[in-house]
């Protein structure tokens, strides 16, 4: 868990990151741009985009560190490429998902889509 209070469905995501790749959110919000790190960034950023999508990728950005809008957007495309090509990473993402998904209704069943 985390100290700070983030909204539900970015502890969703937070948490469910953790569970699956072992990175907390502190580690999600560095500046540190390892290639292992940056890849589950990328993933966390799109299961949090997929799971509130009311949410401006601009929110997003703030959430990781205050990141740059362009920034979620490059991820976005990034990520979308790596996941055609990799279907280990694809699994790891949809496990991430629906961990998340999972969470987030446990904790806020109104936030059922």
């Given amino acids: 868990m985390h100290?700070?209070?983030?909204?539900?469905?970015?502890?969703?995501?937070a948490d469910s990151v953790e569970q699956?790749?072992?990175?907390?959110?502190?580690d999600?919000?560095?500046?540190?741009?390892g290639q292992r790190l940056s890849l589950v960034r990328k993933m966390a950023a799109a299961v949090?985009?997929?799971i509130?999508?009311?949410?401006s990728l601009?929110?997003?950005?703030?959430?990781?560190?205050?990141r740059d809008h362009s920034t979620v957007v490059y991820w976005m495309s990034s990520i979308e490429k790596i996941l055609e090509?990799?279907?280990?990473?694809?699994?790891?993402m949809q496990n991430i998902y629906q961990e998340a998904v999972s969470r987030r209704d446990a904790e806020?069943?109104?936030?059922?889509?």
């Fill in 3 to 13: 100290t700070e209070k983030l909204p539900p469905a970015v502890q969703a995501v």
């Fill in 20 to 26: 699956f790749t072992g990175k907390n959110w502190q």
């Fill in 28 to 33: 999600l919000c560095s500046p540190y741009r």
């Fill in 48 to 50: 949090l985009r997929e």
């Fill in 52 to 55: 509130s999508p009311d949410m």
């Fill in 58 to 66: 601009r929110e997003i950005g703030q959430f990781f560190g205050g």
């Fill in 85 to 92: 090509d990799d279907r280990m990473y694809r699994g790891i």
């Fill in 108 to 113: 806020h069943p109104a936030a059922v889509s």
